[in-house]
């Protein structure tokens, strides 16, 4: 079976997360934090399983290959809603909503890549479509279900964190690219290809130093762009909270501390 664009098919795709969360919140709405916890932890589990499924089956088929690094924003993105769920992160719930959710949406969108596969059954289109799912299903369920809330603090951390990542990935492109002969574009940082973003790629030369190129006009665009997008994202989680200010996060250890603590004092 091939996959079409825009047929049946790819909008219960982009619908599907929408439906699941749905689902999910008539079934847990009344249930407890664990509850709610122990299939955040299923959720962020699978998130992880899937990327690792992937990342497996390009090792055994071709061996070593850039695209197992998961510099990609969604593959990443698949860490930061394990790491979000199953540990209660701040930062990493920070990360997965404020970019992964909007590249991973995207992806949904415009999943023209599963169409290159003669048959969606395989592997490395399976795991696109579970592990964009995923993406945007964990990270609307950390917040949604309350499992996580993120701050000013946490949010700058995750700016952090990602603009570290950004300093590898940068070079790297340029590295499997232009010495390797790859087609990698990690962050989308390297050219407008999976972005709609041509007419500033073509805008400016790249520049090149030794075997290092960079086109800086369309890197500095996209790094601007997504980080304003990440902060209005961040924003409109706080929707979800406006009625509980003094919700607080409690961090998957927070118990099993306060409970030491009480045996001290006895």
């Not at 369920?141 to 809330?149: E, Q, T």
Request: hydrophobic content about 55%; some cysteine; aromatic content about 16%.
């Amino acid at each position: 079976m091939q996959f079409e664009m825009w047929s049946i098919w790819h909008f219960l795709y982009i619908a599907s997360p929408i439906v699941i969360m749905a689902v999910l919140w008539l079934i847990l709405k009344n249930k407890s934090q664990k509850t709610k916890y122990i299939v955040g932890v299923v959720i962020g589990c699978l998130s992880l399983g899937v990327l690792l499924a992937r990342n497996i089956d390009i090792f055994v088929r071709t061996g070593w290959d850039p695209e197992i690094l998961p510099l990609q924003v969604c593959h990443f993105g698949n860490i930061m809603v394990f790491i979000s769920l199953v540990f209660r992160s701040k930062i990493a719930t920070a990360i997965a909503w404020s970019l992964n959710l909007l590249a991973a949406a995207a992806s949904l969108i415009v999943a023209d890549a599963l169409t290159g596969y003669a048959d969606i059954f395989v592997i490395r289109a399976q795991a696109y479509i579970w592990g964009h799912l995923f993406i945007v299903l964990g990270s609307l369920y950390a917040v949604i279900f309350k499992i996580v809330r993120i701050n000013i603090k946490s949010f700058l951390i995750g700016l952090g964190v990602v603009a570290l990542l950004l300093i590898p990935s940068i070079i790297l492109n340029s590295y499997f690219n232009d010495v390797l002969g790859y087609s990698i574009n990690y962050f989308y940082v390297y050219n407008s290809h999976g972005v709609p973003f041509e007419f500033i790629d073509a805008l400016a030369a790249r520049s090149q130093y030794g075997w290092f190129t960079i086109n800086w006009l369309y890197t500095a665009f996209i790094i601007v762009t997504f980080g304003l997008a990440m902060y209005l994202i961040y924003l409109l989680q706080k929707l979800f909270y406006r009625k509980d200010k003094t919700y607080d996060t409690k961090h998957i250890f927070t118990r099993e501390k306060q409970g030491r603590a009480d045996k001290k004092l006895m």
